[in-house]
């Protein structure tokens, strides 16, 4: 049951979130992102076992703009959460979990690399 | 309704594991694709094939695969207890959490089934 006397702020306009907060929230939306964009992905390997023919098309498919948005999103997402997911693991381990600014630390490597293989990742996708 | 659910709750516990356990399943496969594609920029539909042929590999496949079908029921029944709440949305919040869960499942069951088909061509 829901104590409705219990003072409760959720009003996100009042709330500042911290870098690891933001980390931890487009862990949860890249997520589930990822497990929709895995329908692309698996289509993509569908179409590049089929046959020759469809492996060829589904090689040049970056040239249609919808395609290539679409691949983006999905690696970018896959991309994000992996690597914010690895940060998990690393803290599991006992590295980086002692204070809140060591997870302030790795939230902003995490952040960084992320960055680093989005801007990588973006690059492969235009050109 | 919510009886037939828990029987598919494990503990917070094995929950933990199970998710860290497929993400290293899921890391791997990830690095090994990544690292075929990079060292092969050149590469042909039969190379690729080839690849995906062998036994070792589609059992790889698979086993990612299953690993995203727990990882994403756990993942998922994580976010939506936190936000499809009674606090958030009112009093269906059990019925519609419970409605999505059962979505969640026919997608992952899909994408297993489609994976198969996949691979071994049924």
């Given at each position: 049951m829901v104590d409705k006397k219990r003072p409760v702020n959720l009003d996100f306009g009042t709330i500042k979130f911290p870098i690891t907060a933001c980390v931890s929230i487009l862990h949860r939306v890249s997520g589930v992102v990822t497990l929709f964009a895995l329908a692309i992905l698996l289509w993509l390997l569908d179409q590049s076992l089929a046959s020759e023919q469809s492996f060829e098309a589904v090689s040049n498919i970056l040239s249609y703009p919808i395609a290539q948005f679409l691949i983006w999103g999905s690696l970018v997402a896959l991309t994000y959460h992996t690597v914010a997911g690895i940060r998990h693991l690393v803290m599991d381990l006992?590295?980086?979990?002692?204070s809140f600014n060591s997870g302030r630390i790795s939230a902003w490597v995490a952040v960084v690399i992320a960055v680093v293989l989005i801007a990588a990742l973006t690059g492969w996708v235009i050109l | 309704m919510m009886a037939f659910f828990a029987r598919f709750t494990l503990t917070g516990p094995s929950n933990w594991i199970i998710q860290r356990i497929t993400a290293i399943v899921m890391a791997a496969y990830l690095f090994f694709i990544v690292g075929f594609l990079v060292t092969n920029p050149a590469l042909t539909y039969d190379q690729w094939s080839a690849l995906n042929g062998l036994l070792s590999m589609r059992i790889f496949t698979l086993v990612t695969i299953a690993a995203v079908a727990f990882h994403a029921w756990i993942g998922m029944r994580c976010v939506l207890t936190d936000y499809i709440t009674v606090r958030w949305i009112g009093p269906k919040a059990n019925g519609v959490r419970n409605v999505l869960q059962l979505g969640l499942g026919f997608i992952i069951l899909f994408y297993l089934v489609w994976t198969i088909k996949i691979l071994w061509g049924l």
């Open positions: 006992g590295i980086g979990e002692e | -």
